[in-house]
């Protein structure tokens, strides 16, 4: 039988439950601010300190804008390869492009050559670019089976409050100037980038959680068109295996029922001689 869809409380706790999920909630907003507040300011940086009036500017944004295209093709891959290989080498690899977005925006503010600004701005549009895709092929491997729409959602929710800083870094800009304000985009990187980056130990055990549910959703389906009986097994309990002389430790690696086995240790039921007994 299909499981009933859970509440949004209970979606809320399950998904808060996800370490790593927890984490790319809180350092999402962090590391999206430049994609969303850096590019009017940039603008206003190329009028003001550059003196470029407005076809100028549009040259500029028209030759460094198409660079997200290149940043998409060889970030994605790049991380793919990531997941094939060692899936937590993902979470450091968002927080070493979060670290050169931060070098990258402070090149650009300090410099005021035009020569030296267009290949930067072309490098920051791909570092922009390979970035959200990432995030989202991550939050689509950790998210629970039963709340996986209400996961992405989550996620979502908490790119607003990049939106809200937007208007306060603008009138920080207005009283500091335009670099200062520019230059406060980098902590607020960095701080997304660490985020991310610790939150890399998490990933192996939460997608071997998530893969663990569905094999036992599916199981439990199989079971029920059979026309077998129903039981409640959990899997993966401590979920972190330990081995022993080359073998798991058979209390992670085997599911435990609800029903007693007659085999079970302690069964006061099994006679010395290895033959069971029926319980009385």
């Known amino acids: ?3 009933k869809p859970a509440s949004l409380g209970e979606a809320w706790r399950i ?4 370490k790593t999920l927890r984490g790319f909630c809180i350092g999402v907003p962090f590391i999206l601010i430049p994609t969303v ?4 300011l940039l603008q206003l940086f190329y009028e003001q300190e550059l003196g470029l009036n407005t076809a100028q500017r549009g040259v500029l944004s028209a030759t460094t804008e198409p660079f997200q295209l290149i940043g998409l093709f060889l970030g994605v891959p790049l991380a793919a390869k990531y997941m094939r290989v060692d899936v937590a080498k993902v979470a450091p690899l968002l927080g070493i492009a979060a670290s050169f977005q931060t ?7 300090t410099t005021k050559n035009l020569w030296l600004i267009v ?4 490098a920051l549009a791909m570092a922009l670019a390979s970035t959200l895709p990432v995030i989202i092929a991550t939050i689509s491997l950790i998210n629970p089976p039963r709340v996986r729409s209400l996961g992405f959602s989550l996620v979502n929710l908490f790119i ?3 939106l809200l800083i937007q208007p306060i870094i603008g009138g920080l800009a207005d009283d500091w100037g335009l670099t200062k ?3 406060l985009l980098c902590p607020l990187t960095l701080i997304g980038g660490v985020v991310l980056a610790t939150s890399s130990k998490y990933i192996a055990t939460d997608i071997d959680k998530v893969r663990t549910a569905a094999v036992t959703m599916a199981e439990a389906r199989a079971a029920h068109g059979r026309g077998e009986p129903t039981r409640r097994v959990c899997r993966h309990a401590d979920a972190h295996e330990e081995e022993r002389d080359g073998q798991p430790d058979r209390e992670d690696a085997e599911p435990v029922e609800q029903l ?10 099994q006679p010395v001689d290895g033959a069971p007994r029926r319980r009385q």
Not at 15 to 18: C, H, N, R
Not at 103 to 109: A, E, H, K, Q, S
Not at 119 to 122: C, G, I, N
């Open 160 to 162: 607003l409050p990049t």
């Open 119 to 122: 290949p930067l701005r072309a």
């Open 103 to 109: 070098v990258l925006i402070l090149l650009l503010v």
């Open 37 to 40: 507040s850096l590019r009017p």
């Open 260 to 269: 007693e086995h007659p085999n079970h240790r302690g069964d006061e039921s």
């Open 1 to 3: 039988t299909e499981e």
């Open 181 to 183: 304000g520019i230059l």
């Open 15 to 18: 998904l808060w439950g996800v």
